[in-house]
């Protein structure tokens, strides 16, 4: 009895040392749940590139890839976990994605990106008809059925039996998530790398051992009503253009078909895959740094941007990005294999020497042992796996040790994770602007709000953001802080202005014109007969008694007191200074009449049938209406 006690006691000490020694390993008996799960998916099968007036576009058959991708998603995330015994539980552990809607696509659920290719776009398209097919009587999760009933309480469904429409993100290059799917691209940093790959001292030996081969066949092969492939770009230089023109023959044309065969095409892929490897995994190549890696730049994006996912999910407890999927070309996948170590490993052959094949994955998984669907685990709780699919026919997909692991430790705890990626990751687009020494449009305002240093730190900041922190409040470059405060004076200032044009009756003239006017003024009155006060400037009102014809022209003057019964006496005199001492004496009253002023004189002149003129006035004499002095 002793015997077996001492036996058990030694297997449990043993048991729980072996525990306590491996850190990283997971209790396989607990029933997994997935919080967040990240599909990086290659385009489904598309037309060749660099083929004049030959546009890519995703054919048929790689719209069916797609659909069939989004149907092994459906099967390990919802339908495995709906009906576990129908599937094989080795290849579908851990399938269940904790809240994932079912059968109705809910967009706040998920987060998708693609490429600005447009057969990026349309795979993402074609992989949700797998994931979430059509069906009648199924309402997208954040409308609901309020947004199918009609007020008749007649029940629509969507077009084509039920389609359903996802939100995808396709971002411009004028936007900082651009950087994430087409890291390459706009970074002058990477394209002047490439301009040592033809001087590489094992692709020159490569180059020149496969050119006739390259000529050869291309003769061979691209003839007749082919397509018409480049015969200068028939080299090893662009080995997987030139094998991606020979595999879509290979699947499209019989002739071409008949006359290649399996192997040829493997040979080829292979070519390909080492021109991509040296092209977009060389880690040794750097850029304006030492150790910045630009050769794999679409796979450090990619690394910040799984981070980026993860973190979020983490932040809102599963509510936010369950599934996260992003569409792009071959470049962030042979990156991704050379920076997380994968053509090191146990199965780096297949990493170093195979082209993805159309619709390929690479999965990443949030998950937790144990626990409830209702409760969010700790951080210590969380294990990352990595799985992919090469998508081969009848391929599901594998779990791949990363960053040196072997096969045996095949997840990692989060923290781990988050430590390994962020080693090699570029957290933000203000990072990227940095490595990549960029000149696209959201880069200029990260440049200018930062120093012109960009995010060389890598910390997660936002990255559209425009300002930065540095425990002081806000820093901006004074460079653009001035130009701001310019912009803004001359604002103010012309809004001012138009105030006071609106509200004052404030104008502008040309210099001078005030002149002319005074000028014009005084010939007019010459013209008109007007009479003049050098004391204020004012020419008084036109005499009642002149007629104007139409054209502004001066007529006679009719029933005037100076033509009237011969010249008469003037009583205020005939001097100047007595005339301009009676006017002083006169002014208008509210009849229009000439009367003396209050306190002058109380006489009044007998006035005429037209109640203007007077009786017996003498003629006026001419004034002289000479321009001042300085005038």
Known sequence: MKGIISATLASVLVGTALSQSSPNTRDESATERVWSSIAWVMHGDRSPLDVPGFPPNLTPLGAQ????????????????????DSFDVSKLIGAKLVGLSTNAIDNTQLDILTGADSY????????????????????????????????????LDYPLEGYQYPVIRSPSVDDPEFVYVDA??????????????????????????????????????????????????????????FYDAVQYLYVHDNATKDQLNSSFIEYMGNLAATEQREKHGNLTVFGKEEGDKIRAIAGRTMA???????????????????????????????????????VDGPSGNQFRSH??????AMIFELFSKGGSDSVYPSDEDLWVRFLYDDAKSGSLPQEYALFGNGNSQSVMPLAEFRHSMGE???????????????????????????GGDGNKGGSPDSSSSVVSHDGQGLK????????????????????????????????????????????????????????????????????????????????????????????????????????????????????????????????????????????????????????????
């Open 65 to 84: 890839q797609l659909v069939d991708r989004g149907r092994v998603l459906r099967n390990r995330y919802i339908v495995a976990a709906q009906e576990p």
């Open 120 to 155: 990026n776009f349309h795979s993402a398209l074609a992989l949700m008809q797998g994931l979430y097919p059509p069906s009648t009587r199924v309402f997208n999760g954040t409308d609901g059925i309020a947004a199918a009933l009609l007020a008749n309480t007649e029940i």
């Open 184 to 241: 390459n691209k706009l970074c002058p940093q990477y394209l002047r790398s490439l301009d040592s790959f033809k001087n590489d001292t094992q692709v020159e030996k490569t180059y020149n051992e496969t050119l006739v081969f390259y000529k050869a066949e291309w003769k061979r092969i691209f003839h007749g009503d082919n397509i018409a492939y480049p015969l200068d770009l028939a080299d090893y230089h662009h080995a997987y253009a």
């Open 304 to 342: 910040g941007k799984v981070m980026e996912w993860f973190d979020s999910n983490f932040q809102t407890e599963g509510r936010t990005n369950k599934l996260n999927m992003a569409f792009t070309s071959i470049e962030p996948f042979f990156a991704f294999f050379s920076l997380s170590g994968l």
């Open 355 to 360: 082209v993805p094949n159309p619709s390929a």
């Open 424 to 450: 090699i990751a570029l957290n933000s687009s203000s990072h990227w602007c940095d490595v990549c020494d960029s000149s696209a449009s959201f880069c200029l305002v990260a440049k200018g709000t930062t």
């Open 476 to 631: 901006m470059d004074p460079t653009i802080a001035g130009a701001i405060g310019a912009a803004s004076a001359i604002a103010v200032i012309g809004l001012g202005l138009l105030a006071a044009t609106l509200c004052a009756g404030l104008r502008f003239h040309r210099a001078g014109s005030e002149k002319r006017r005074e000028q014009e003024r005084m010939i007019r009155m010459l013209n008109l007969g007007s009479a003049y006060n050098n004391d204020n400037n004012r020419a008084a009102a036109p005499d009642a008694d002149v007629t104007y014809a139409r054209n502004g022209i001066r007529h006679e003057r009719v029933g005037s007191w100076e033509m009237h019964n011969g010249f008469g006496t003037n009583p205020y005199g005939t001097s100047n200074t007595d005339r301009t001492a009676g006017l002083d004496r006169v002014y208008t009253n509210d009849a229009g009449f000439y009367s003396p002023r209050p306190g002058g004189s109380s006489s009044k002149r007998p006035v005429e049938d037209d109640q203007a003129s007077y009786f017996g006035a003498a003629p006026t004499k001419p004034r002289d209406f000479s321009l001042r002095d300085g005038e």
